[in-house]
């Protein structure tokens, strides 16, 4: 079992940025596929971000935040990242991070683990 904490999240206006960390905790070792999730008021929960928590490969980023928002992770804390940066109003939703072994894609359903989400609001 891995327990995921997020925290972070606040009120901003539109160019501010945040920081959202995801503490893991209980069975952590070895590699995860980790991801950051975002769901808006009647939107689907779609994937953000994501990336390998030891293999290599470039991290993944939806279309609409490349550029802006960052994923990373600190293997010595366990932790997870997203650093944003130039947010939009069309950013405000609850964001969840969530980890697989293996995920067979980057649909919500794919992941086993999920934090209990935190709340971004961009006021314009």
């Known amino acids: 079992q891995v327990q995921l904490v997020e925290s972070g999240g606040g009120s901003v206006q539109a160019g501010g940025s945040l920081r959202l960390s995801c503490a893991a905790s209980g069975y952590v070792e070895g590699d995860y596929y980790m991801g950051w999730f975002r769901q808006g008021p009647g939107k689907e929960r779609e994937m953000v971000a994501g990336m390998h928590t030891l293999s290599a490969g470039s991290p993944y980023y939806a279309d609409s935040v490349k550029g802006r928002f960052t994923i990373s992770h600190d293997n010595a804390m366990n932790t997870l990242y997203l650093q944003m940066n130039s947010l939009k109003p069309e950013d405000t939703a609850m964001y969840y991070c969530?980890?697989?072994?293996?995920?067979?894609?980057?649909?919500?359903?794919?992941?086993?683990?999920w934090g209990q989400g935190t709340q971004v609001t961009v006021s314009s």
């Open positions: 969530a980890a697989d072994r293996s995920p067979r894609n980057r649909h919500w359903a794919a992941f086993a683990y």
